[in-house]
């Protein structure tokens, strides 16, 4: 039986840039870091990683990844504080949960959320 997602890993070209996002949204680095080729940030009880690719690499839209956060509010307020531009403000889904998209600089799309 699956207990849960220990890690999601994402691709990056510019594994600096992609770190100080991360980084201004509040995940916690572990490992790597703006020079690494790997990198992985804590995400609640499991991971984040991120992981260099070739500039030729390329990748259309994949899905979202949603993370459950304390206040969805206060997480976008973090975001446009650090210059991030998330998709809209946080809003009530008909599906029980308060949350907002924002696309990372590499085009991998995420949803903070929290159930209402």
């Known amino acids: 039986m699956l207990k849960c997602v220990s890690a999601i890993t994402l691709a990056t070209h510019d594994m600096a840039r992609a770190v100080a996002f991360y980084a201004a949204l509040g995940f916690e680095l572990k490992y790597g870091g703006p020079q690494a080729s790997f ?4 995400a609640g009880s ?13 990748w259309s839209w994949w899905g979202r990844v949603i993370f459950y956060v304390d206040d969805v509010d206060a ?9 991030l531009s ?4 946080p809003h009530d889904a008909p599906w029980g949960e308060r949350f907002f998209h924002i696309v990372d600089p590499d085009a991998h799309e995420l949803s903070f959320a929290r159930p209402l």
């Open 39 to 42: 990198t992985s940030f804590h």
């Open 46 to 58: 499991g991971y984040l990683n991120l992981t260099a690719a070739p500039a030729q690499r390329v």
């Open 75 to 83: 997480q976008h307020a973090r975001a446009v504080a650090a210059g």
């Open 86 to 89: 998330p998709a809209s403000g």
